[in-house]
């Protein structure tokens, strides 16, 4: 079993430009989340979906938009990327009220 | 906005000391959750304590939570270098979503 993957692993942008990252979990669990982590904190929870076609805010939803139209992939699009957006992004899944397992990130650099 | 918060930010112990990080955090919690996050590297779930659990052990960490006082502490016994890490809680609420602190780093010396 893969766990969670996340793709790409590394992504330079320029400001304006967009770009959606892609989870995908074999665990055949309900929950995703996407997060950020900035330098010295922990992580925000920018959106998260508890099945297949529903998803919802977390604490920092703006400026981002999700997708998850089957079960095991939950999309987190930039439309318009701004360098407050430069982080690294964790993708996680869950079955309901247990442990997140995390996938391996994704370093964003916006210019 | 960040409700569990790691204590102390930082802890430099020799290898073999026991490492002790507290938590505290706001408001009622589902359970209350420590992951291990090795540098640059995605999170590794630890150990989860429930709210009417108050103590929790899995091999060298010890978990305590005292729901009175809105608290943990994640024990680390007989440390090794392979310990050093940043250390995260978080808790789950009632909406099912953990809500992290900012983490304290460790760095076991040889």
């Known amino acids: 079993n893969a766990g969670v993957t996340q793709t790409p692993k590394f992504r330079v942008l320029k400001t304006g430009q967009s770009m959606t990252l892609l989870c995908a979990q074999d665990m055949n669990h309900e929950y995703m989340y996407w997060y950020r982590q900035d330098p010295g904190m922990g992580l925000r929870l920018i959106h998260y979906s508890v099945g297949e076609g529903t998803t919802a805010k977390g604490e920092v939803p703006d400026g981002y938009n999700v997708s998850r139209l089957k079960k095991q992939n939950f999309l987190l699009g930039l439309e318009s990327a701004a360098p407050s957006q430069t982080s690294v992004y964790f993708c996680?899944?869950?079955?309901?009220?247990?442990?997140?397992?995390f996938g391996p990130g994704t370093r964003l650099t916006v210019l | 906005s960040q409700q569990g918060e790691e204590d102390p930010q930082a802890l430099s112990i020799q290898e073999g000391e026991n490492a002790t990080m507290n938590c505290s955090y706001k408001t009622s919690i589902n359970n209350l959750q420590w992951y291990r996050q090795n540098s640059g590297r995605g999170l590794v779930h630890l150990i989860l304590i429930r709210s009417n659990e108050r103590e929790k052990h899995s091999g060298r960490l010890r978990v305590t939570l005292d729901t009175s006082k809105k608290s943990s502490s994640l024990l680390i016994t007989a440390s090794r270098a392979a310990d050093t890490a940043s250390y995260f809680c978080a808790v789950q609420d009632s909406n099912y979503q953990l809500i992290w602190g900012a983490g304290t780093k460790l760095i076991i010396k040889p």
């Open positions: 996680a899944s869950s079955a309901r009220a247990n442990e997140q397992f």
